[in-house]
């Protein structure tokens, strides 16, 4: 979820502060970062810095920041759409405050700079920051997009002024990937290509977040004589925002989708949300014939110009299989890869950026364990130490000794409900028997195989005044249990493994604690 503390002496500040959706939960409610270690810790940013306008960097600050009343500090997009947030929960946008990137700022001991980047959202920044002698560059989200549609690309200049540094806090997304990241631009052509050759209507699902990707239909849509219309909220949302920063100027006048019915089947192109399989988004109402304004046919095609994020492979499968019912042709990235180009840096991105700055050290974030892992060992092959692979809730120091980990605090998931922040409830039955019985933390990092789940990387547990567990013994049985159990999404692998879990807890355990499970989706490694 993005939410990383930087502290020197007493005076802290915050980078992002995003959310992610559960879906091993029933409904899928948003989870957004846990405060109380800070409040413990007597930790309390006094500023906010916004890499991006991404949900996972900035979908829990209109829930969080409340609690800090600090300064916000994000590039024009990120703050449009951090406005809209707040208007939502009926919050003065005051402390959100633009800056525009190469902008530089003091913030107590803090020196900061904002550094463009590219990425799949116009404005993406990496920040530099000094405080004390420490130097530190914290990457967000990035690729080298040597043709990214909108904005500039990156200046190698500006990070080569920098070497050398200290730390380098990195996004470790597509590490294991050898090559480089597409470029937009490609996309784009093969766009306009795949338009020219399809007959009937036509429907491309993307992030509404990829404003690159959808003015490069809305051009390639204009060039094979089709008109555009948009479906889905949030779509919506980020194309009059962009259009009010003047990124969308030339963007094709839009059809209001009441409309769609009355043009020729082979003049409409649609721009819709729902490529992730979202239960309630445009594409999954089309697939279903629920949508009030048009009805997908025969010989139309629905082209998915998004890769799918992990956990959610079965419900994407589930949609494609309602879409080819009703008689679409699909195009994804299994059979037209080169419609769809990742957002982040592959292993050649990685090298020629830290070429270019040279961190004596590596800190690798935003990615699973796997992620991690084979972002350190490139560290390493370029002669940079990276000797932390970081979890949520560790507090780790930097100094002219290196970097190390202080301590690590267990986070209970803090979820969404009923328009409030609450505490998971975990698994236990009463709140008032926790300290009694102690906590058990688990977090399970599963990916989808064509039969069932399996595990990849550690274990993550964590427990406090709970009975000691033969963790071998119970990571043995969780992979027994997940190779049996039939699921199709998370949320009915959590259902399924619930009381297994409980079960084998209640046989291994003096005292059943109160357990809070976390099933997190990552890559296949045969993906990577």
Not at 48 to 56: R, S, Y
Not at 112 to 139: F, N
Not at 217 to 234: D, P
Not at 423 to 432: D, F, K, Q, V
Request: proline share 7%.
């Amino acid at each position: 979820m993005n939410l990383t503390l930087y502290g020197h002496g007493d005076h802290w500040i915050a980078i992002d502060c995003g959310m992610m959706i559960r879906q091993d939960l029933p409904s899928a409610p948003l989870q957004v970062p846990n405060t109380r270690t800070l409040e413990e810790l007597a930790i309390a940013p006094k500023a906010l810095f916004i890499t991006h306008g991404h949900e996972d960097h900035i979908g829990a600050v209109a829930w969080l920041w409340p609690k800090w009343q600090c300064p916000i500090y994000a590039t024009p997009l990120a703050a449009g759409l951090l406005r809209h947030k707040f208007a939502e929960h009926s919050l003065s946008s005051a402390a959100i405050r633009v800056i525009e990137p190469g902008e530089a700022l003091e913030e107590g001991p803090f020196t900061l700079r904002y550094l463009l980047m590219t990425h799949s959202i116009p404005e993406s920044c990496a920040i530099m920051m000094q405080a004390g002698d420490h130097r530190v560059l914290h990457t967000g989200d990035w690729k080298l997009d040597p043709e990214p549609l909108i904005g500039a690309c990156v200046d190698p200049s500006h990070f080569q002024a920098l070497a050398p540094i200290d730390l380098l806090v990195g996004d470790s997304t597509n590490a294991p990937l050898p090559g480089s990241a597409g470029s937009e631009g490609a996309v784009a052509k093969a766009l306009e290509q795949t338009l020219k050759e399809c007959e009937g209507r036509v429907v491309v699902s993307c992030f509404a977040s990829n404003l690159a990707r959808v003015w490069a239909i809305g051009q390639a849509a204009a060039r094979n004589g089709r008109r555009v219309s948009l479906m889905g909220r949030s779509m919506e949302r980020m194309v009059s925002v962009a259009r009010g920063l003047g990124y969308l100027d030339d963007f094709p006048a839009l059809v209001p989708a009441q409309d769609l019915g009355y043009l020729p089947a082979n003049e409409v192109v649609v721009i819709a949300t729902g490529s992730q399989g979202e239960p309630r988004a445009a594409l999954q109402r089309l697939a279903q014939r629920r949508h009030p304004f048009l009805d997908l046919e025969p010989g139309d095609t629905v082209i998915f110009s998004a890769k799918a994020i992990p956990g959610n492979e079965r419900p994407i499968a589930a949609l494609k299989k309602r879409l080819a019912q009703l008689g679409a042709t699909l195009f994804d990235e299994t059979n037209h890869p080169e419609l769809h180009a990742t957002g982040h840096p592959a292993q050649e991105e990685l090298k020629t950026l830290y070429r270019w700055v040279r961190p004596r050290l590596l800190l690798p974030v935003h990615g699973e364990m796997i992620h991690q892992q084979a972002h350190q060992a490139l560290a390493e092959e370029l002669g940079i130490q990276a000797p932390l692979a970081p979890v949520n809730g560790d507090l780790l120091t930097l100094d002219q000794e290196g970097l190390r980990l202080e301590a690590r605090y267990p986070q209970h998931p803090h979820v969404v409900d009923q328009n409030s922040v609450v505490a998971h409830p975990g698994l236990g039955t009463r709140e008032s028997d926790a300290p009694r019985r102690g906590t058990l933390f688990l977090a399970l990092p599963v990916y989808a195989t064509d039969t069932g789940w399996q595990r990849i990387g550690r274990l993550m547990l964590d427990s406090s005044h709970s009975s000691p567990i033969d963790e071998e013994s119970f990571s043995d049985w969780l992979d027994e249990r997940l190779e049996e159990i039939e699921a199709d999404t998370l949320a009915e692998l959590r259902e399924a493994l619930t009381p297994r879990m409980l079960s084998w807890l209640d046989d291994h355990c003096r005292h059943l604690p109160d357990v809070h499970l976390q099933i997190m989706a990552t890559e296949s490694p045969f993906n990577a």
